[in-house]
């Protein structure tokens, strides 16, 4: 075969591949979409995407914590495989190979919109991670705190912005400390659109990483009081504007067809800044706890006639992005590491049942398997709960509680976890610990 045929084989490979797009929520609640249910925000763009594509109802993010759902994420590792065996808040080292990192060597053109959150040191920083290109905020947006201000619901229901020395970056540049937060969202949505627009004829990776709605939240002056529940309600409604301006720019170009949009959160609310967080819906609890409320997170995946429109009940989680888009994308993973990563890609294009059956919950701060999932039967060891504000316990959580006989609850008929059904079922018990044996032995090689 000739080189020119070669090449065109290459070619058309690559153009094959699709555009892929995540966009991930910081701290949104599995509740706080129309789509799942809230009665009052309104989203109408994440809900066409549920309409039109797969709504997961089970689907996790890889911690109730920032740092390591997103280590996760980006690596298709979990940071206990990488830490150690605790899923400690702590950067990933610089030979982690992230899904930026795949979908490059594959052709795409790769962007982080928003937070990174990973690392900004030599080696770490996003430019150094596979991205091609970087604008938003290296971390969160509360910190740091000027000095002197106290970290309380009050202080952070009335913030304002130079409250925090948050610097906005445009590649390696600083373009504005403190970032004026009011205008982030709408910033974040209108830099990626235009991204997608300079970036339409080639495959792409965009990372559309938002700051909201990690307190302390914010809302440009349009979106003030376009809900009808208050200041949470409108930060919402604007992340879903943004939503909307991602799908708007998508079919502006005419890439519908060929982009797989995924919409998310990196863990659940953070229920201890009451009416300035979010909702779990009929979950229990929220951020930083391994109750289904911290973890169980929106998951919907939109690509307008290749994904046909579902409700999705088997288990998925943001691990998993890895191994999916390196099947959709033809690429191949490193085979030097362990991967908790799963493909999910059957289950998106045919239908077929997730491949993901169980689930291992990592608590905060301590890093321990705090509990396990197998199939619809979930196993506590341990867990903490909100018992609070910010100036109760350790920043609002506590009744931390080591179960001497581990408790189950059948997630299908009490999703809510609230009837431990141990003593009736020891066969499902034992069924559930010798899968933690097995995945904990496998992540202490």
């Known amino acids: 075969m000739s080189r020119f045929l070669i090449s065109l084989l290459l070619c058309a490979s690559v153009s094959a591949a699709p555009n892929i797009v ?24 994440v809900d066409r995407m549920a309409r039109e594509g797969q709504r997961w109802t089970s689907f996790y993010a890889s911690s109730p914590v920032c740092n390591p ?20 808040w702590a950067n990933p080292s610089s030979d982690e190979f992230t899904v930026a990192e795949m979908l490059k060597g594959k052709g795409y053109q790769t962007a982080i919109i928003g937070k990174w959150h990973l690392g900004m040191e030599e080696g770490l920083h996003p430019l150094d991670q596979g991205f091609d290109y970087y604008y938003g905020t290296p971390g969160s947006n509360d910190a740091p705190l000027k000095p002197g201000i106290k970290r309380t619901y009050w202080t952070t229901r009335d913030a304002m912005s130079t409250d925090y020395d948050i610097p906005l970056m445009k590649m390696r540049e600083t373009l504005e400390t403190p970032i004026y937060q009011p205008t982030i969202t709408k910033r974040y949505g209108d830099e990626a659109a235009d991204w997608i627009g300079k970036n339409k004829d080639a495959p792409f990776f965009l990372y559309l990483a938002h700051n909201m709605p990690h307190v302390p939240i914010f809302r440009s002056p349009e979106f003030e009081g376009h809900s009808a529940g208050g200041l949470y309600s409108d930060v919402i409604e604007e992340l879903d504007d943004s939503v909307g301006k991602v799908i708007r720019a998508l079919e502006k170009a005419e890439l519908t067809s060929n982009t797989l949009v995924v919409f998310t959160s990196d863990n659940g609310p953070w229920r201890t800044y009451y009416d300035l967080g979010g909702s779990p819906g009929h979950l229990r609890d929220g951020k930083m706890t391994t109750w289904e409320g911290g973890v169980r997170v929106p998951g919907v995946f939109w690509w307008p006639g290749t994904i046909k429109p579902a409700v ?43 491949p993901r059956t169980e689930w291992f919950y990592f608590g905060h701060p301590s890093g321990e398997l705090f509990a396990a999932r197998v199939g619809r039967y979930k196993l506590h060891l341990k867990s903490w709960e909100t018992i609070g504000h910010e100036e109760v316990g350790w920043r609002g959580y506590g009744n931390e509680q080591t179960y001497e006989s581990p408790i189950l609850f059948d997630l299908d008929n009490d999703i809510s976890e609230r009837w431990d059904i141990a003593k009736d079922h020891p066969d499902i018990v034992g069924r559930v610990q010798k899968a933690i044996e097995r995945y904990q032995g496998s992540i202490a090689k």
């Open 69 to 88: 759902s997103r280590v996760a994420l980006m690596t298709g590792r979990m940071p206990a495989r990488i830490h150690g065996g605790l899923n400690l």
């Open 312 to 354: 999705v009940r088997g288990i998925g989680a943001s691990v998993d992005f890895l191994a999916t888009f390196a099947a959709l994308a033809g690429a191949k993973l490193p085979n030097d590491r362990e991967y908790d990563s799963m493909d999910l890609s059957e289950t998106l294009l045919k239908g077929a049942p997730s």
């Open 22 to 45: 995540v966009i991930l929520c910081d701290d949104l609640g599995y509740g706080d979409i129309g789509a799942y249910g809230h009665p009052v925000i309104e989203t109408p763009n």
